[in-house]
């Protein structure tokens, strides 16, 4: 069975012993405090997590059992640095090894790499957009004429920067694009209207997928001029895959009870959650428009890994309806796609494959 993060068990600590002074006690037939608590958390097992994630061909960045509790994080383009933020703040850990934080304060969300060496993050002021040059750790400051920046990207250009902002603090943001030689901002898409909630963009095909505010779809469009390319309804997120052809989308999945192994009688207080809606991972093929659940598998803030095509990465919920203690996940996307017929186009060096009909997809030679 999956194990729990810690995490939940100190925050349902948290919750009963308010609870013990201002809810109602609980009832003789009820769950005690002590069997509530131990419904619901179970000892960290690090081989146990190693093993499942690796029978599903996940690689994890951290160590299973770690205190692992991420905001943000992303893979610079050759793939050999991440950045991932914590509450201590923004970190960088090289495949040297070195994991280091920058010295940046905190950043308010988000960061997006630029490119290897250059890094941009939102300052906590919610008026400055930072530069980290992280080879000399010299750091720039740009001032912006928008309120509290998040979800940086790197846009088309090579000093493009990408992010959502409002004019005025608490306004409706849009995506707004960031010059950074030469410290100019403007509105990124003026086809884009009515505020948007997050997007993503895909620098290689001039594409960014969004949800707009209030909206309940993931709309990927052509940066240029707004021609829809793909809706998918009941979705939070959508990311691209730098070709193109493959769409991964984030959303709700099904919910799994908290407390399975009630007896007859038993009930749960009014006061703890009875199910948890873990999050879920669809994949779109953009040509056909068929689409993947990606079964057992839960993560959030999914990314394309640029540097080997179809590899992908995202912060670890858990597997199979469980929670486990969050991770940073890599995972090459063509096992999973291959296993249910499809026939990813490219090859590991980006180069395109040949491949020899069978049936709707064909497969590789």
Not at 202 to 210: A, I, N
Not at 241 to 259: K, M, Q
Not at 316 to 331: F, K, Q, R
Request: overall charge negative; hydrophobic content about 35%; glycine content about 10%.
């Amino acid at each position: 069975m999956p194990t729990f993060n810690k995490y939940r068990h100190c925050l349902l600590l948290s919750l009963l012993v308010a609870c013990a002074s201002a809810c109602e006690a609980p009832k003789e037939d009820e769950l005690s405090f002590t069997d509530a608590v131990k419904a619901v958390y179970t000892p960290c097992n690090r081989d146990e997590i190693k093993l499942n994630t690796a029978a599903k061909g996940l690689q994890l960045v951290f160590e299973a059992c770690g205190s692992n509790n991420f905001f943000h994080y992303g893979w610079a383009p050759t793939g050999t640095t991440l950045h991932y933020q914590t509450t201590q703040g923004l970190w960088v850990l090289k495949d040297t090894g070195e994991n280091y934080p920058l010295r940046v304060g905190i950043p308010r969300a988000d960061s997006a790499w630029i490119n290897d060496d250059l890094l941009a993050y939102p300052d906590a002021n919610g008026r400055q957009i930072g530069v980290y040059t992280v080879a000399t750790h010299v750091l720039y400051l740009l001032e912006i004429d928008h309120s509290e920046p998040e979800q940086l990207a790197h846009g088309k250009g090579a000093d493009d920067v990408l992010y959502l902002a409002a004019d005025v603090p608490g306004g409706v943001k849009d995506i707004q694009l960031l010059k950074v030689n030469t410290g100019t901002a403007e509105k990124a898409f003026s086809w884009l209207n009515g505020g948007v909630e997050n997007f993503t963009y895909q620098t290689d095909t001039d594409t960014v997928c969004y949800r707009a505010l209030g909206g309940t779809e993931v709309i990927c469009a052509r940066g240029e001029d707004g021609k829809v390319l793909r809706r998918v309804k009941n979705r939070h997120r959508g990311v691209l895959s730098a070709d193109g052809r493959y769409l991964v989308t984030e959303g709700d999945g099904v919910a799994v009870p908290n407390f399975p192994d009630l007896k007859p009688g038993e009930e749960v207080p009014d006061y703890l959650a009875k199910e948890t809606i873990p999050p879920a991972l669809w994949i779109t093929d953009m040509e056909t428009g068929e689409e993947l659940l990606w079964k057992g598998i839960h993560g959030t803030d999914f990314e394309w890994y640029e540097a080997t095509p179809y590899f992908g990465s995202f912060v670890l919920w858990g597997l199979d309806g469980g929670e486990l203690n969050s991770n940073i996940t890599l995972v090459d996307l063509r096992h999973f796609l291959e296993s249910k017929g499809w026939t990813p186009p490219l090859g590991r060096d980006g180069q395109p494959l040949d491949t020899e009909p069978r049936g709707r997809s064909g497969r590789l030679k």
